[in-house]
């Protein structure tokens, strides 16, 4: 009896229990092997989302540099332009001094030429002795220096 109660286990509940088992077995093979796939995937975005960070991190830096050159070019730029407008208000200057000097120098000339006519006229006019024609020169340079 007891062969025989092996004997039908054997064939109708061994078969089955070891099919179950090789099945779960398979079943449990499959989800390692997804989950192994899996983590896989995983560290590959992992190290993908790396890459991107670092590359943004680079193109930020660059962009940073980039706005940093920028500006310190425009403010080169600003400075050479604020020193040529110096530069070019100064020569304005220099040219306006210039001007009213040669101004005041024709003024001046004009004057004195106006005087010394005034003076020749005056000596003609008197006869004078030479003591009177200093004194009289005297008083027109005087004269002369008072209007100027």
Request: net charge negative; charged share 40%.
């Given at each position: 009896?007891?062969?025989?109660?092996?004997l039908?286990?054997?064939?109708?509940?061994?078969?089955?229990?070891?099919?179950?088992?090789?099945?779960?077995?398979?079943?449990?093979?499959?989800?390692?092997?997804?989950?192994?796939?899996?983590?896989?995937?995983?560290?590959?975005?992992?190290?993908?989302?790396?890459?991107?960070?670092?590359?943004?991190?680079?193109?930020?830096?660059?962009?940073?540099?980039?706005?940093?050159?920028?500006?310190e070019?425009?403010?080169?730029?600003?400075?050479?332009?604020?020193?040529?407008?110096?530069?070019?208000?100064?020569?304005?200057?220099?040219?306006?001094?210039?001007?009213?000097?040669?101004?005041?120098?024709?003024?001046?000339?004009?004057?004195?030429?106006?005087?010394?006519?005034?003076?020749?006229?005056?000596?003609?006019?008197?006869?004078?002795?030479?003591?009177?024609?200093?004194?009289?020169?005297?008083?027109?340079?005087?004269?002369?220096?008072?209007?100027?």
């Amino acid at each position: 009896m007891f062969i025989i109660l092996l004997l039908l286990l054997r064939k109708f509940a061994w078969g089955p229990i070891v099919n179950m088992m090789k099945e779960r077995e398979e079943h449990i093979a499959k989800e390692i092997d997804t989950a192994e796939k899996s983590r896989q995937d995983a560290e590959k975005y992992l190290e993908e989302q790396r890459k991107e960070v670092e590359r943004a991190r680079d193109e930020a830096q660059s962009i940073i540099e980039t706005a940093r050159k920028t500006s310190e070019k425009q403010g080169e730029d600003i400075v050479a332009q604020a020193r040529s407008e110096a530069e070019r208000l100064k020569e304005n200057a220099l040219a306006d001094i210039s001007r009213e000097k040669e101004q005041a120098v024709a003024e001046l000339r004009e004057q004195v030429g106006t005087l010394s006519v005034m003076i020749a006229t005056k000596i003609i006019e008197k006869e004078l002795d030479e003591k009177e024609q200093e004194k009289l020169i005297q008083e027109y340079i005087q004269e002369a220096g008072e209007r100027l």
